[in-house]
């Protein structure tokens, strides 16, 4: 079975969901992080690089380094190897709330004659890596860094519609609002979110 990182910037990340106010922004950049981790768990083992441990189901801490997202998933893809007997590693952002195990499936399967598989962002960034060693990876991410990924090994780009889509505004929980894992849901339904009248 596969290892899964998933690299969670914590309470201090999406900032760009300020405007809910900062408690709110936490607890949806947690509920999003465990739809990530629920999608990633039926089919492997699944660390979480955090600040803090987010005490995420079934998935294994591992605290940040800092330095950013690549030391991150550097850190993640060292951790995972140890407790995942397959070489194949999958790296999910936790801001792509959207996200099923059968759109996992498809990435991993992918990955068949190339070393990496990658899911583009619309802006250019990366949602999500799939490699057949973790040794493949680098760290490159930022702005173009889909590019840059594909340009590192040979690659295939897989542009699913759940893993392209990620979250950073309120406007993008609006426009997703109909496939949105279950926590994420759930929470834009308490009281004060930006869904409850949804």
Known sequence: MPGFVIPFHGAGGKTRLDTLGAQARAVLAHAMASD??????????????????????????????????????????AAVTSLSDDRVAVVVNADVPCVTTADLTVLIEALAGHAIAYAPAADGTTNALALADA????????????????????????????????????????????????????????????????
């Open 135 to 198: 040794s493949v990876f680098a760290p490159l991410y930022g702005p173009g860094s889909a590019a840059r990924f594909a340009a590192l090994a040979q690659s295939v780009a897989v542009t699913l519609p759940n893993l392209v889509d990620d979250v950073d505004t309120p406007a993008d929980l609006m426009r997703l609002a109909g496939r949105l894992g279950v926590a994420t849901r759930l929470t834009l339904k308490e009281p004060g979110m930006i869904g409850e009248a949804a």
């Open 36 to 77: 990530v981790a629920a999608a990633c768990r039926a089919l492997g083992s699944v660390v979480v690089v955090a600040p803090e441990d987010p005490q995420l189901a079934g998935t294994v801490f591992v605290p940040d380094p800092g330095g950013g997202q690549g030391a991150a998933v550097a850190t993640g893809l």
